[in-house]
């Protein structure tokens, strides 16, 4: 009976003791962190590996010491690229980002008369667009019976999302916010990791690949790349969520391309609805409608990466030389005529 409670209370310190033991060694070994991080990163791929893995024994050229670009900016103030032609090597791109098994999600939307940008925005983008890449389109349309037949790549398919319409071009354009915001909610979370909001009345001419990802993307609007603060288009009465005082921006963004990690677009899309909702119940609506929320928004979150106007040209301004390429360009159209009011 006794040797029986000696055996144990033997046993209850033993085990005691081990549990202490393990839970220190768990605590402070390297060892352990090690195999917690293993199992994170696992975790991680789920969502999509963003480390910048790059395969050993693949040939290309060494990184130059001086700027490739001294004609523009290459880089934002606070340290984001801004993508010119020149300035990366597209074999180490697409080395990096061919391992990360990608999907990119566009959205598009075309309703009225705007579905007859439809054919050339997809044929080009097929030649053009993220060529290599599984890329899946989210056409929001009202006229889906008129959605151009266009053969697809390889890995690349294309939703069509029947849509209600609006007699006004400014709310078709701003509503787009809250139906990218309920996409990337209901659908997206699962199914891609990056995402391209683009507009429909535009064309590509030029590669645009995976130099342009990053968590959160901007592009430079041709009009206003090297103007002043003062004359960017921002909007400037206070009463709107939108508004920007003079002193203060850092470039005028386009709201023809919007892109980035799904989480990151997926924040921009929902405040700037949510913005957008606070200047309606006040009977407002800002000088270019989403853009310039997207600019508020750009200003006080700043993106990762910019794209250079390269990826939104507009063929008006002709080619200035530091256009070595014309990426995407919007198409010449007449609005009075496609657009449902003036
Ligand atoms: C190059 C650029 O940055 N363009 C922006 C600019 O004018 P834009 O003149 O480029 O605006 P827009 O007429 O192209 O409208 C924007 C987009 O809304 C869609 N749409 C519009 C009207 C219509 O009847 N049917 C239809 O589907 C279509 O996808 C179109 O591409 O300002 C707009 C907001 O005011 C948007 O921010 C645009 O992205
Ligand atoms: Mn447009």
Redesign the pocket.
Same mark, same amino acid.
Do not use: C, M, T
């Given at each position: 009976m006794r040797s029986g409670q000696n055996l144990y209370l033997f046993f209850l310190i033993i085990t005691v003791l081990t549990l202490l033991g393990v839970s220190y060694f768990s605590y402070t070994s390297s060892w352990f962190s090690g195999v917690w991080e293993c199992r994170l990163t696992v975790e991680e791929k789920k969502h999509g590996n963003t480390d910048l893995i790059f395969p050993p024994r693949i040939a290309c050229a060494q990184p130059s010491v001086s700027n490739s670009r001294p004609d523009v900016s290459t880089m934002t103030p606070w340290l984001a690229p801004i993508v010119w032609e020149g300035t990366y090597d597209l074999t180490v791109i697409d080395n990096i980002y061919k391992q990360q098994n990608i999907t990119v999600a566009v959205t598009?939307?075309?309703?009225?008369?705007?579905v007859r940008f439809l054919k050339d925005f997809l044929e080009s983008a097929e030649q053009h667009f993220m060529v290599g890449y599984r890329v899946h389109y989210y056409l929001f349309t009202d006229r889906p019976d008129e959605v151009p037949t266009v053969t697809l790549g390889e890995g690349r398919q294309l939703t069509v999302i029947k849509t209600a319409t609006s007699n006004r #071009? =400014?709310e078709?354009?701003?509503r787009?916010m809250e139906m990218i915001e309920k996409l990337i909610e209901k659908e997206l979370t699962d199914e891609a990791d990056y995402i391209f909001c683009l $507009?429909? $009345?535009s064309k590509f001419y030029a590669h645009w690949g995976a130099e342009s990802l990053g968590d959160l993307v901007g592009a430079l609007?041709a009009w206003y790349f090297g103007t002043s603060r003062e004359q960017f288009t921002y909007e400037r009465r206070p009463e709107s969520q939108a508004f920007i005082p003079l002193q203060e921006g850092d470039y005028y963004y386009?709201?023809?391309v919007i892109g980035g990690r799904l989480e990151k677009v997926h924040k921009l899309v929902k405040t700037c609805r949510m913005q957008l909702d606070v200047d309606r119940a006040n009977h407002i609506e800002a000088a #270019? =409608?989403?853009?310039s929320h997207l600019n508020k928004y750009f200003l006080y979150n700043k993106p990762s990466k910019v794209l250079s106007p390269e990826y939104?040209w507009d063929d008006k301004k002709g080619k200035p030389s530091y256009m070595k390429v014309v990426r995407s360009s =919007?198409v010449l159209k007449n609005?009075a005529e496609?657009?449902?009011n003036p």
């Open positions: 598009v939307f075309a309703l009225g008369k705007y #071009w =400014q078709i354009s701003l787009r $507009d429909v $009345d609007h386009g709201g023809a #270019w =409608q989403e853009e939104l =919007q609005n496609v657009r449902p």
